[in-house]
């Protein structure tokens, strides 16, 4: 089983100072991960913590800078012989309603294809942007920019994906569409991230595109389930109907930031149990 933790995971871990790219590398080696799945934000070295904060709650407002090429050997050093698997960019969206903007995403995501290159990594998101619902000329806009970075990310032998996160992407039908219409762009599926009262419903829609999985958990029970998603119907949903090898990875929100590390590790925990 291919076994990652999305380092947002720990995001007010590290934008505490608590822990830096490192001590990520050393967790996800202790808790028997194979693959490395950075945020973005992990790999600025030394990045601001408030900047990151901001980013977090708010990805379409991201403005999150790219590593220094100082900082690039280091990064790698940290991560040895672990191999990458997606890194998850905020703040390289495809549709922002200046014109100016946009040409500064499409750079940023350039800039990051090329890094995650660099690193070897399998994949990179990149968000749609946009309005939850688009009008016809800034979905085209989507669409073409999708294209692109496609045609780049094939050349560089990395698979891009979109993740329900924000945007267009939160409604099921609107994934759906854009992996229609812009081929070879695959799904980071994230088990929470849809339209409010639509979570069921985008399992079944679109498990079946899942190449990428974010677990992602809030509360756990005695038992160690999520005491209020079903993640059991959720990751059954995935292995029954996703095609090709998946990369399970622990997205776990805990409400406390010192809970971070511990839910972390029953999130491993609770895939393991489920995806066998």
């Known amino acids: ?112 294809l090329k890094l995650a290159k660099g690193f070897g990594a399998a994949s990179v998101r990149i968000d749609a942007g946009g309005p939850e619902q688009p009008d016809a000329a800034t979905w085209a806009a989507i669409v073409s920019g999708y294209k692109e970075l496609i045609a780049e990310a094939k050349g560089l032998g990395i698979e891009l994906l979109i993740e329900n996160h924000w945007g267009p992407s939160v409604i099921p039908e609107n994934v759906v569409r854009l992996l229609h219409d812009a081929p070879g762009l695959g799904l980071l599926f994230d088990t929470n991230n849809w339209k409010k009262g639509r979570q069921r419903e985008a399992w079944d829609l679109c498990a079946r595109f899942a190449r990428v999985v974010h677990v992602k958990a809030f509360n756990f029970r005695p038992d160690g389930e999520e005491a209020d998603v079903d993640l059991p119907y959720a990751i059954r949903k995935v292995k029954e109907q996703a095609k090709g090898e998946i990369s399970w990875c622990v997205e776990s929100v805990p409400p406390k930031p010192e809970d971070e590390i511990p839910a972390v590790e029953k999130t491993i925990a609770l895939i393991r149990k489920h995806v066998g």
């Open 1 to 112: 089983m291919r076994l990652g933790i999305c380092s947002f995971s720990l995001h007010r871990t590290v934008a505490s100072g608590k822990m830096d790219f490192a001590g990520f590398v050393a967790l996800s080696r202790r808790v028997g991960c194979t693959t490395l799945d950075p945020w973005c934000a992990h790999l600025e070295g030394g990045g601001d913590g408030a900047n990151q904060l901001h980013a977090g709650k708010n990805p379409g407002e991201a403005d999150l800078g790219l590593p220094p090429a100082a900082q690039v050997p280091k990064l790698k050093a940290a991560a040895g012989s672990m191999p990458w698997g997606c890194i998850a960019v905020d703040g390289a969206h495809i549709w922002e309603d200046d014109p100016a903007k946009r040409a500064h995403h499409r750079a940023r995501a350039s800039a990051w």
